[in-house]
């Protein structure tokens, strides 16, 4: 009835054999979406720069600005792949070109887009000093 009310028709409505409703994702739940599966953004990224070589490390504050810039966006799930898509595009394009690079720190002031991302680099050799 609520359906219809908002209209959509009762053709249509016959079709979806079950309706539930949801409740919004909190930052609580985002935060275990970014560090429980071991699938996740984090996890994955962490993979391909470490086929540079390279490590990622998000600090505990980026982990939650991270979920609570999702929250503001209200998409849920979906916000936290494109707000780290987008913190990452640059150290993507930038990191496989360079052999310098250690670590990839992401904090608050990252995700907040105060500050680019911490970029550690090696430690010099002697051989690689010649």
């Known amino acids: 009835e609520d359906l219809i009310?908002?209209?959509?028709?009762?053709e249509f409505i016959g079709r979806?054999?079950?309706i539930s409703t949801l409740q919004p994702l909190s930052e609580e739940d985002l935060l275990r979406i970014l560090t429980e599966p071991k699938n996740s953004i984090i996890r994955q990224y962490s993979k391909?720069?470490?086929?540079?070589?390279?490590e990622l490390q998000v600090t505990r504050d980026g982990l939650l600005a991270l979920a609570a810039a999702a929250v503001k966006r209200g998409t849920g799930a979906r916000a936290l792949r494109s707000i780290f898509e987008g913190i990452m595009l640059d150290i993507m394009f930038e990191v496989p070109g360079r052999d310098d690079i250690r670590t990839v720190i992401i904090n608050r002031s990252v995700v907040e887009g105060e500050k680019p991302a911490v970029l550690r680099k090696r430690k010099r050799t002697?051989?690689?000093a010649a």
């Open 5 to 10: 009310g908002f209209g959509l028709i009762p």
């Open 16 to 18: 979806l054999p079950i």
């Open 48 to 54: 391909l720069l470490g086929m540079e070589g390279v």
């Open 126 to 128: 002697g051989q690689d």
